[in-house]
């Protein structure tokens, strides 16, 4: 059993106005999943999304099929 607790950062393209969310992709290769918080209430709950779904919603994300805000 790895021991390894999650490293959080956020995108180099956040602007800190407080919509953010963080990932802790050092747990991919130990633990199959990628967690990610809110940035604004790190002690709250994480999703724990296992590596190919959050690889898929990142690629989604950059292929635009997500729509524009």
Known sequence: MT???????KSSYSNNGGTCVEVAANLAAARGIVPVRDSKNTAGPV???PTGSF???VAGVK???FGVV
């Open 55 to 57: 690889a898929s919603f």
């Open 63 to 65: 292929a635009g099929e």
């Open 3 to 9: 021991t390894e607790t999650p490293s959080w950062y």
């Open 47 to 49: 999703l724990s999304l």
